[in-house]
């Protein structure tokens, strides 16, 4: 495997800021982060690309798709500092525990997200994009504020 693309939720704070941990990490095999929903993962893989994504998915530059507890695995192999844990993880001691602490995760998501206060690369981009339009004179005042 010499690249692998990996397909995250931008519309959840907890997968952006996962996205956002897994690109300051040193890589052993480069690393390519597009979200779900985006015309380029529509364009190259129809058929994994999601409005909102139930799991993480991974896609080697060979064709193999990885999902859940094993994309997760996989990332954690192509990194550095993680290799060692991803195969600890893949054991059939651990992989149980892996499983079900992805599940978790994946199904609380979005209320992690908001109890942990992660925004998400959607949420901001559209703070910037309104705040570009404040610079530029085009937004209104907020009601019940005046300057």
């Not at 397909?7 to 890589?27: I, K």
């Amino acid at each position: 495997m010499r690249s692998l693309t990996v397909l995250y939720d931008a519309g959840c704070g907890l997968c952006s800021t996962a996205r956002r941990w897994l690109e300051g990490q040193p890589q052993i095999v480069p690393l390519e982060l597009l979200a779900a929903d985006s015309e380029e993962a529509r364009r190259r893989y129809p058929t994994l690309a999601q409005a909102e994504p139930e799991e993480l998915v991974a896609v080697s530059d060979e064709g193999d798709v990885y999902r859940g507890p094993q994309a997760w695995i996989v990332c954690l192999w192509a990194l550095e500092d993680y290799r060692e844990w991803s195969f600890r993880f893949a054991r059939p001691a651990l992989l149980p525990l892996v499983r079900d602490l992805v599940e978790w995760l994946s199904t609380r998501r979005r209320r992690l997200s908001r109890a942990l206060r992660m925004r998400s690369d959607a949420e901001i981009a559209a703070a910037l994009t309104a705040a570009s339009a404040c610079e530029s004179g085009r937004c209104a005042p907020r009601e019940g504020r005046t300057r």
